[in-house]
């Protein structure tokens, strides 16, 4: 069986590391805010190409602290693309903002540029992009429909870490840039995690105290702000993880172009184009028969995952707060499927899941 994801086996090769490093954190002594954070925010920081790195509990409050640190007057309308993960949306919400949603391209699952100006009204104040399966947006055309506009740009990197756009870094294009270290995140630690990059001092300032109470210098409190730290033990397998990155991209790249090269032309593939430094968090391919594929592959010996089965205007907990039709986040979430591309996958599994394709019996041989 080919597995969809197995951290056990991406995280085996840095056991010592990581044993070393839990191993430094329990004899410190020091559990929260410490070294291993400070050394950690600076480190991501210079990674992202970022003058701060704000590190907070997970990726959700990364995106819900960044909103709310805008400042925005309440009930402000915030553009997201209809087929985000859920999260995005939430954080929106949970700042106390409409969401306004706009369909994504077909082609890249990414926020579509040329719809934003049938989305904008006089309350619109900010545009949350998501860059999707590793894939940047269209960043020169939707921060410069942003500056004409006068709305703030918030960058959900959660699925992005590394990737750019005509050269230049997600996370670096608007104010705030926010990431999720979940454990099957390009870069994971091994519990929850997250962080937000910035080149904005007060934006940053705002930030640190608002993971910690509201406060930067103990029991003077700033801010109404909440309990969201990133803990030494998390902080330090980052720091691991970290200098591994670029070779995690690397090697999901080099698997990415195993299945270009290999998968057969008809089926619908993940766009790729020169401005776009793909990381690929996700291989996302598109099917008509998206759910008989994905028994079939299972059938013979491999996993995949979809991303995402229901689009957010059709989760139960958005029934009466997002209304409208969505036809593309529809289509897209009807046709995804997710194929094997993680760090602990050999080029060795990707040829043989591409091998497979070459033997689908024609009824499956059917381009989304
Ligand atoms: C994973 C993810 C998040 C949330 O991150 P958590 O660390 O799980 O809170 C947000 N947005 C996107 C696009 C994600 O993939």
Same mark, same amino acid.
């Given at each position: 069986?080919? %597995?969809?994801?197995?951290?056990?086996?991406?995280?085996?090769?840095?056991? %010592?590391?990581?044993?070393a490093a839990?191993s430094?954190?329990?004899?410190?002594?020091?559990?929260?805010?410490?070294?291993?954070?400070?050394?950690?925010?600076?480190?991501?920081?210079?990674?992202?190409?970022?003058?701060?790195?704000?590190?907070?509990?997970?990726?959700?409050?990364?995106? /819900?602290l960044?909103? %709310?640190?805008?400042?925005?007057?309440?009930?402000?309308?915030?553009?997201?693309a209809?087929?985000?993960?859920? &999260?995005?949306?939430?954080? /929106?919400?949970?700042a106390?903002?409409?969401?306004?949603?706009?369909?994504?391209?077909?082609?890249?699952?990414?926020?579509?540029?040329?719809?934003?100006?049938?989305?904008?009204?006089?309350?619109?104040?900010?545009?949350?992009?998501t860059?999707?399966?590793?894939?940047a947006?269209?960043?020169?055309?939707?921060? &410069?429909?942003?500056?004409?506009?006068?709305?703030?740009?918030?960058?959900d990197?959660a699925?992005?870490?590394?990737?750019?756009y005509d050269?230049?870094?997600?996370g670096?294009?608007?104010?705030?840039?926010?990431?999720?270290?979940?454990?099957?995140?390009?870069?994971?630690?091994?519990?929850?995690?997250? &962080? /937000?990059?910035?080149?904005?001092?007060?934006?940053?300032?705002r930030?640190?105290?608002?993971?910690?109470?509201g406060s930067?210098?103990?029991?003077?409190?700033?801010?109404?702000?909440?309990?969201?730290?990133?803990?030494e033990?998390?902080?330090?397998f980052?720091?691991?993880?970290?200098?591994?990155?670029?070779?995690?991209?690397?090697?999901?790249?080099?698997?990415?172009?195993?299945?270009?090269?290999?998968?057969?032309?008809?089926l619908?593939?993940?766009?790729?184009?020169?401005?776009?430094?793909?990381v690929?968090?996700?291989?996302?391919?598109?099917?008509?028969?998206?759910?008989e594929?994905?028994?079939?592959?299972?059938d013979h010996?491999?996993?995949?995952?979809?991303?995402?089965?229901?689009?957010?205007?059709?989760q139960?907990?958005?029934?009466?707060?997002?209304?409208?039709?969505y036809?593309?986040?529809?289509?897209?979430?009807?046709?995804?499927?997710?194929?094997?591309?993680?760090?602990?996958?050999?080029s060795?599994?990707?040829?043989?899941?591409?091998?497979?394709?070459a &033997?689908?019996?024609?009824?499956?041989?059917?381009?989304?």
């Amino acid at each position: 069986m080919i %597995e969809y994801e197995s951290l056990a086996q991406a995280n085996r090769p840095l056991m %010592e590391e990581l044993e070393a490093a839990a191993s430094r954190v329990i004899r410190s002594g020091w559990y929260i805010l410490g070294n291993e954070v400070s050394s950690f925010e600076a480190e991501f920081a210079t990674f992202a190409e970022s003058k701060h790195c704000i590190s907070v509990a997970n990726g959700l409050d990364a995106l /819900i602290l960044s909103i %709310e640190a805008l400042d925005l007057p309440k009930g402000s309308e915030v553009m997201v693309a209809s087929n985000t993960y859920i &999260a995005t949306i939430l954080a /929106i919400l949970r700042a106390g903002h409409k969401a306004v949603l706009v369909e994504p391209e077909r082609e890249t699952f990414n926020m579509d540029p040329e719809r934003l100006p049938a989305a904008l009204t006089p309350d619109t104040r900010a545009i949350c992009v998501t860059h999707l399966f590793g894939k940047a947006c269209r960043m020169t055309e939707i921060t &410069a429909f942003a500056s004409e506009h006068g709305l703030q740009v918030i960058e959900d990197c959660a699925q992005s870490h590394g990737a750019r756009y005509d050269g230049r870094l997600t996370g670096t294009f608007g104010i705030g840039g926010c990431f999720s270290f979940y454990p099957t995140k390009n870069l994971g630690a091994l519990g929850d995690a997250g &962080a /937000i990059v910035t080149d904005d001092d007060e934006f940053a300032d705002r930030l640190r105290h608002m993971r910690n109470y509201g406060s930067k210098k103990k029991y003077e409190n700033v801010y109404i702000g909440v309990n969201s730290r990133l803990d030494e033990m998390q902080a330090a397998f980052l720091r691991v993880k970290l200098r591994h990155l670029d070779q995690v991209t690397d090697h999901k790249r080099a698997l990415a172009n195993l299945y270009f090269a290999h998968l057969p032309e008809w089926l619908t593939q993940p766009l790729r184009r020169s401005s776009e430094y793909d990381v690929f968090h996700i291989f996302g391919i598109r099917h008509p028969a998206r759910d008989e594929l994905r028994q079939w592959l299972l059938d013979h010996g491999v996993k995949t995952e979809i991303h995402y089965p229901i689009a957010p205007h059709r989760q139960k907990a958005m029934q009466g707060i997002l209304s409208g039709n969505y036809p593309i986040a529809d289509e897209l979430h009807a046709t995804e499927l997710s194929l094997p591309i993680s760090a602990g996958h050999s080029s060795d599994e990707i040829e043989r899941v591409c091998s497979l394709f070459a &033997a689908l019996p024609d009824n499956l041989k059917l381009t989304a």
